[in-house]
């Protein structure tokens, strides 16, 4: 049970309570954040995989870490980004659930 | 080693309880105050998976100046908390199951794949020379993966231009945020004096070291941001009116340089994106300051929002 | 002139330099220069497309001099080719149409309608040319953000209560989407040390964390590409959103992942999900075409009757899974069928949204109920939205014709007869919502039409020159064609 | 060579030639032209054929005897009908538009019979069917639309079944690899060894049985005809619906014997036959009963295909073109009459009535008229057995349809219109009444090498009397029970049928809403996107 | 360098040990002004002494400014953090 075994389970769980709140939360905003936990989970992964692939005199492969920052940059501005809509819907129409409107009466 | 792994097993089940705790909180300021915690501790399990680069941008990005965003919606949206009920029993029962699944089938394979888990790190360390660099994460970031990077900085801009793009017609061309912040909080006053000066030269420190040790153009853009946001939410300062030259001048001039600087190693033998031998590191060095002013523009804006005031 | 590997850089970079300098720019210079990228990028289509026609071996590029594993290289072949050309006549198209609603006048303040379109146009099609050339999964990734990126911008451009509701719930669906796929990269990374496609197809054998991988990138991937069940989205952004950007997200946006998922199964990991998961993928694309259609029946909205026309298309494409696996002459011919029912419908469909919008403007509703006598006032219009519906149908001489007789003849030719059967419906119900909207616009009504607006007549020009090119892909021959295959073979043949 | 071209052609740059508003006004007037070049083709060119580029789909038009007696018979009547729509829609203000829907129609009715291979044929098969949809909702009825959703429906359906066919014949024609503009004549030579040839020619018949109007399909055929204006119903009724008799000729494998297939075929043929006269006979307005008419006389074709197929007859496919071309006449000359009738005033027993019944009773085979020599012509193939007998009833039940016919035409109210209208209907009417007795007899001579003296022998004239007079005394003699007859409805059996299909799909289509609405609820949405991902690793999990 | 160790120890668990208290404090302690009062001054003196025991373990000068840099900018943004949540405590009342 070496320390990268035990994040790569952290990670897997994470990545399971992620998906749960994504799927169960009704609140848009509790969204992001369960998306949020779910890319923390699966760039925790990378992590794991980049420690498990420590050589030349490095801790960890640097490749996957790379695509760890790249990824927690795309995963801001993504959350940035609904952030904003979020609140433009709640500005627009005063409420922020995601319901789905009959396709009947869409405008 | 037993110990160490006790500190590992503390810490994961910290962070695990705050993912939990983040699901299950009743209203969303709570949950949000939850999650910029658990980034910080998420950056400490970096640390232990020996990747400062990573904690570095985690801890910056992923709870600090997302943690900004997100406590700042969570207040706007304070109001409009008690609406939508959870979904029914049998859905939540089966969600549980399909993510357990998920979490089973990843945590199966972790524990299953065992044998040397093959790597890239001796291919990229053993390159390194050649640029001038010692930060392997930096290198591959900047060289080796940099059609990534480049295409990258353009998913920043498309953001930021997704979240002007928001604005309502009549305020185009204006100044972000709701209203402006008055300067009336005296110990965030003397903060927001304070820190920046300290904040600009780490920032500029990490940007430098970012060559051999942990760090690099992007978390020192984000220190830059964090600062320039500490003197905005003191009011010393407004947001800037997004049809300023100089906010577009700043936002583009990274990403500009970076394609230049890539169109240039057309004439080299390596082609697109290389960089000549000979200067190597003194390119690579300019082209990152250039970007981490440019991400440092691009993440305050980002946080401020889509304008709301007329310039 | 160039060499012809360095034009498959030119082709994403000139687009996303595009963006750069349209910000830079800004009003009337986003416009400018979002015209001189659509001529540059049309010329590098072609010449990219030339050059694989007459060497016949596909193209590859490596960046920086770093080649795979450790960097990444950009590759094109004949599915690229066909993909490039498609998208830069689309594009083009949709960039012509739009002129007219997203003009910035000279000496005006700069409004945010053109500027925001502009870019995302240039932002999409940087995220397209980086799907169709990129040989490196994780750079897949940064494109399909990228593609994200600039369509949920678009679905909300007007800025209307329920368009940003539709670009909300989009955005947070892809998301899940492209997490689920970056998931399936760290195992497969974890597994084979590599991300490249060419790499991975020779190191890749048929394991757990491989299933696993490919089940979840393949799940993302089938979000974004709105396949059936999981299209809750695509009906109110589509419908919701301008008319350009509805022709754009319809025609290619949602057809980057498809082909991304077409890398994954026949370049990147081929032979490894077996017959048993192409079967499951036909048959939602099979459910898609059954309910997409019947639910296209039962609108009383023109654009979402078009929008659930396109979940309906998506279907189709999914035969290519159970059909064009191995590597005898029905698979070539079900893989040429397959990729020109994409390139058909994308054509089509581009067309006759762009059509739609137009009738929008010009009657100033879309209901399907009040089109009585619509063929006599917009003939034109009417006219192309014609002939993209002979596409859809697929009725002869029609693009979509030749792409369904090619499926339906690889079907029957591999035994699967139950794939030909679907068609065949899926035909039947496109013909039921097309002549539900013919009908009365064709029939002479009582009362003679009033127009809210007039509509000038180069933009009706360009909707017919797309319906025609959607018409001229019916000559293709019905035989596998060679462009398609350059390339191909020698992943085929490395099935395992 | 350059018939066959300008056949195609000429309509379709008339078409195009429509796009400028002030031509597209005058196109009525000049209708009739656009059929001038099959006729020459059919009259001078009958064996020609054409290769079209390759880059223009490598089709092939080619003419044999028997498809050029339809195709010059057909242009025939389409130069008939366009003298006759020149008049009829002087002053109608959507002439512009049926002259494009006619022109299309047209170019596909006269391609269809050139067509030699699979491509070219599916491509003018469905142009002729989909275009005759634009004739059918420009009629003037109130539910024009309704029976164009109908007629398209079936015509697509039709067509559905045909291109599964081409798709398997084309299959079975190249085993070796996919081939790509496959002549037909290749493709049903290799129907023998083909694996799906029954599937094969169960699909080609219900096709081709879609577009004769065969009895389960016949449901469009008097709907349409009551509904679109008169010259497109006679061009409609005369030429278009012979598409299916070339379908039949160019693609039933005549040369191979298929008892099994040919009873089933005659079957259906002699049903479709008896059935229509069944309900034909309850009909008030003369168009219906006209339309049933057809419906009897293509299933007499049929019943002729299936005793075809049934037994190698080296000419039938002459026979079944000679019989097919006289209907033509007959039918399309019949409807321009129905439309003359109430307009010519005084003078309409001698100048509608009279040709009329001899027209009319021509179809039961009146001797001395061209029916007489077409029913002559199917006896050997029908031979004395039970499908001989059957055949002789046929005859009379269609005197007694056509007598009761004659006596609804009677009926007519008189209707006013400009007498200026008169002489082109006129002109149009009597030529082709006059064609309709002289082209069979020229055929009879010179293509069929039949003698005279056959023909006019007391035995054959006697054996083609009787059944007519039979027919017309009992339909004078029922005539007073006529009003007793149950009002069959307008569709007769798609009225039964189509309240029950509607009601079951209204169903189906409010369940898959609803499926929809529910899939495209967020929880549920995510829910299946991660039960994809788990059943498909279980798939594959599974097969290793 | 004995003498360096024994102080490194002593001092972290001091340190330690007024972390400890803090949390205690934060636990027990009925309102949230007092919890606040607690969390800072055990938590600033905590971290002082834990920076004072790395000192001797430290191999550059440098890297001994970091860690005083450390404790210096944490002293700082805790200050200011603290008055920012009691003036909102105070205005806001409630938890």
């Not at chain 1, 989970?41 to 996957?64: E, S, Y």
């Not at chain 2, 970096?46 to 919606?73: C, H, Q």
């Not at chain 2, 900047?142 to 231009?161: G, H, P, S």
């Not at chain 3, 979402?304 to 064009?324: D, E, H, R």
């Amino acid at each position: 049970m070496t320390p990268a075994t035990l994040y790569g389970l952290c990670s897997a769980v994470l990545v399971g309570a992620g998906l749960y709140g994504a799927l169960v939360n009704p609140q848009p905003l509790r969204k992001i954040l369960a998306l949020n936990l779910l890319g923390s989970g699966t760039f925790l992964l990378f992590g794991v995989i980049a420690r498990r692939g420590a050589a030349a005199g490095l801790g960890g492969d640097p490749v996957p870490q790379a695509m760890v920052i790249t990824g927690i940059v795309v995963a801001f501005s993504a959350t940035a980004l609904a952030v904003a809509l979020l609140l433009r819907v709640y500005q627009e129409t005063g409420r922020t659930t995601l319901e789905q409107p009959a396709p009947k009466d869409v405008v | 080693m037993s110990l160490a792994l006790l500190a590992d097993a503390a810490l994961v089940l910290l962070v695990l309880g705050l993912a939990f705790w983040i699901n299950a909180a009743s209203r969303a300021f709570p949950a949000v105050v939850g999650y910029v915690a658990f980034g910080l501790l998420l950056a400490l399990a970096w640390l232990r998976l020996s990747a400062g680069d990573v904690a570095m941008t985690e801890a910056a990005v992923g709870s600090g100046v997302t943690g900004a965003v997100l406590i700042a919606a969570s207040v706007r949206l304070r109001s409009a908390e008690t609406e939508a009920p959870p979904p029914a029993l049998p859905l939540r029962l089966l969600a549980l199951l399909l993510s357990g699944l998920v979490t089973a089938a990843l945590a199966g394979l972790v524990l299953w794949t065992t044998g040397p888990a093959p790597s890239l790190a001796d291919q990229a360390v053993q390159h390194l020379p050649g640029l001038g660099m010692g930060n392997a994460v930096t290198g591959v970031l900047i060289a080796y993966r940099a059609l990534d990077t480049l295409l990258e900085k353009v998913v920043l801009l498309l953001a930021l231009m997704g979240i002007w793009s928001l604005a309502k017609d009549r305020y185009w061309g204006g100044i972000p945020g709701p209203s402006r912040i008055q300067p009336t909080n005296g110990a965030l006053i003397l903060l927001a004096r304070l820190l920046p000066p300290i904040g600009i030269v780490v920032a500029v420190y990490i940007l430098w070291v970012g060559a051999t040790d942990p760090g690099g153009a992007f978390q020192g853009g984000a220190i830059l941001a964090a600062m320039w946001l500490l003197v905005m939410l003191a009011g010393l300062r407004d947001a800037p009116a997004i049809s300023r030259p100089w906010v577009r001048l700043c936002v583009t001039v990274g990403p500009a340089a970076f394609i230049a600087v890539g169109l240039t190693g057309f004439a080299l033998p390596n082609g697109f994106l290389s960089y000549p031998d000979s200067i190597a590191k003194p390119l690579i060095i300019a082209v990152e300051s250039v970007l981490t002013l440019s991400i440092a523009v691009i993440l305050g804006l980002l946080v401020a929002g889509p304008p709301e005031r007329q310039p | 002139m160039i060499a012809p590997a360095a034009l498959l850089v030119l082709a994403i970079i000139l687009p996303a330099a595009g963006v750069v300098l349209a910000l830079a720019a800004g009003g009337r210079g986003a416009e400018r220069v979002a015209m001189a990228v659509i001529a540059g990028g049309a010329a590098i289509a072609l010449a990219i497309a030339g050059t694989l026609w007459s060497t016949g071996a596909p193209l590859s590029y490596i960046i920086g001099g770093w080649a795979p594993p450790l960097g990444i290289a950009l590759r094109a072949d004949g599915l690229s080719a066909f993909m490039l050309l498609t998208s830069a006549l689309v594009i083009g198209a949709i960039g012509l149409f739009a002129r007219a609603t997203y003009v910035q006048p000279a000496g005006t303040p700069e409004r945010r309608a053109p500027l925001v379109f502009w870019i995302m146009l240039m932002g999409v099609w940087t995220g397209l040319n980086a799907v169709w050339l990129a040989g490196d999964l994780f750079s897949l990734y940064v494109a399909l953000e990228l593609l994200t990126f600039s369509a949920v911008p678009l679905v909300s451009l007007e800025g209307k209560p329920e368009t940003l509701a539709a670009a909300l719930r989009y955005m947070l669906f892809a998301l899940i989407g492209s997490i689920l796929y970056l998931l399936g990269c760290a195992l497969l990374y974890g597994g084979y040390g590599t991300l490249d496609i060419v790499l991975l197809s020779r190191l890749a054998r048929p394991e757990p964390v491989v299933f696993v991988a490919l089940a979840l990138m393949t799940a993302g991937l089938a979000a974004k590409t709105a396949l059936f069940p999981l299209h809750l989205w695509l009906p109110p952004a589509h419908a919701g959103a301008p008319a350009a950007a509805s022709a754009l997200l319809s025609a290619l946006v949602v057809k980057g992942s498809f082909i991304l998922m077409v890398r994954l199964w026949f370049d990147s990991l081929p032979g490894i999900a077996g017959d048993g998961a192409a079967q499951f993928m036909a048959a939602l694309g099979s459910a898609a075409i059954i309910v997409g259609s019947v639910l296209a029946l039962r609108q009383e909205r023109l654009k979402l009757m078009i929008a659930y026309s396109t979940v309906a298309q998506i279907g189709y494409l999914f035969f290519l899974f159970p059909l064009a696996g191995a590597a005898g002459d029905w698979e070539r011919l079900a893989w040429t069928g397959g990729i020109m029912q994409l390139v058909a419908h994308a054509v089509a469909k581009a067309a006759m949204f762009m059509a739609a919008g137009l009738i929008g403007e010009a009657l100033g509703h879309d209901r399907i109920a009040g089109f009585a006598g619509l063929g006599r006032a917009l003939p034109v219009v009417m006219f192309a939205f014609g002939l993209a519906g002979m596409s859809l149908m697929g009725l002869p001489p029609s693009g979509g014709f030749v792409a369904k007789a090619m499926l339906l003849t690889a079907s029957i030719g591999e035994g699967q007869w139950w794939w030909a059967v679907v068609i065949m419906i899926g035909g039947l119900l496109a013909a039921g919502y097309m002549f539900r909207v013919l009908t009365p616009a064709l029939a002479g009504g009582a009362a003679p039409v009033i127009l809210a607006a007039r509509i000038s007549r180069p933009r009706q020009a360009i909707v017919l020159g797309l319906a025609i090119c959607a018409l001229l892909l019916g000559l293709m021959p019905l035989r596998p064609s060679a462009l398609l295959e350059v390339g191909r073979t020698t992943q085929a043949a490395e099935v395992r | 060579m350059i018939w066959l071209a300008a056949t195609l052609l000429l309509p379709l740059a008339m078409l195009f030639a429509c796009l400028s508003q002030t031509l597209r006004y005058r196109m009525s007037n000049w209708l009739s032209v656009a059929a001038v070049p099959g006729l020459g083709a059919a009259l001078f060119a009958p064996e020609a054929s054409l290769d079209l580029p390759p880059f223009l789909l490598r089709l092939r038009l080619s003419l044999d005897l028997p498809s050029a007696i339809l195709l010059g018979v057909a242009a025939l009547l389409w130069i008939a009908a366009g003298v006759y729509a020149a008049a009829w829609l002087r002053d109608d203000p959507r002439r512009g538009r049926i002259a494009e829907w006619w022109l299309l129609t047209l170019t596909g009715s006269l391609g269809v019979f050139m067509a030699a291979d699979l491509v070219s044929f599916y491509l003018l098969f469905s142009m002729v069917s989909l275009a005759a949809y634009g004739l059918i909702i420009e009629g003037r009825a109130a539910d024009a639309q309704k029976v164009g959703l109908i007629y398209v429906a079936l015509a697509v359906f039709g067509e559905a079944l045909l291109l599964m066919a081409f798709v398997m014949l084309a299959q079975s024609g190249s085993a070796s690899g996919p081939g790509d503009g496959l002549l037909i004549r290749d493709a049903v030579a290799a129907l023998a060894v083909s694996p799906w040839r029954n599937a094969i020619l169960a699909l080609i018949i219900g096709g081709f049985g879609v577009k004769l109007g065969m009895v389960p399909f016949h449901v469009w055929m008097p709907i349409t005809y009551r509904t679109a204006p008169i010259p497109a119903a006679a061009a409609l009724s005369g030429a278009a619906v012979k598409a299916g008799a070339i379908g039949l000729l160019r693609f039933l494998p005549l040369g191979l014997a298929l008892p099994d297939w040919g009873n089933v075929l005659t079957t259906l043929g002699f049903i479709s036959a008896f059935y229509a006269v069944l309900i034909g006979v309850t009909q008030t307005n003369p168009r219906m009963v006209l339309a049933f008419s057809s419906i009897s006389q293509m299933g007499v074709i049929a019943a002729v295909f299936g005793m075809g197929l049934g037994a190698p007859n080296a000419d039938l496919a002459l026979i079944v073109a000679f019989y097919a071309a006289h209907h033509t006449l007959v039918k399309g000359g019949l409807f321009l009459g129905v439309g003359l009738a109430p307009l010519s005033g005084p003078r309409r027993t001698w100048l509608v009535l009279v040709p009329a019944a001899i027209m009319g009773l021509g179809l039961a085979g009146l001797p001395l008229t061209g029916g007489a020599l077409a029913k002559l012509a199917i006896k050997p193939v029908l031979g004395d057995g039970w499908a001989g007998t059957l055949g002789i009833l046929s005859s009379l039940a269609t005197a007694l349809l056509m007598t009761h016919f004659l006596f609804r035409l009677a009926a007519l109210p008189e209707a006013v219109a400009p007498n200026a209208l008169h002489g082109r209907l006129r002109w149009s009417w009597l030529m082709i009444a006059a064609a309709s007795v002289v082209v069979p007899w020229a055929l009879y001579l010179m293509v069929m090498s039949g003698s005279v003296a056959y023909a006019l022998s007391p035995a054959s004239l006697w054996a083609s009397l009787w059944p007519v007079v039979v027919g017309a005394t009992l339909a004078a003699g029922l005539r007073p029970w006529g009003s007793r007859l149950p009002r069959v409805p307008d569709g007769d059996i798609v009225m039964l049928v189509a309240a029950r299909v509607a009601r079951v799909a209204g169903r189906t289509a409010a369940a898959l809403e609803w499926l929809d609405g529910a899939l495209r609820q967020w929880p549920v949405a995510v829910l299946s996107l991660l039960a994809i991902s788990a059943i498909l690793a279980a798939l594959m999990l599974v097969r290793v | 360098m004995l003498v360096g160790n024994i102080a490194t120890v002593v001092l972290v668990s001091l340190g330690a040990v007024f972390f400890l208290a803090g949390t205690v404090g934060l636990l027990r302690f009925p309102d949230s002004m007092t919890r606040l009062h607690a969390l800072t001054k055990a938590d600033n003196l905590g971290l002082g002494l834990v920076v004072l025991g790395l000192l001797p373990q430290v191999d550059s000068v440098l890297a001994a400014l970091k860690l005083v840099a450390v404790w210096v900018l944490t002293q700082l943004a805790g200050a200011t953090v603290t008055q920012l949540v009691a003036r909102a405590v105070w205005r806001g009342g409630g938890s």
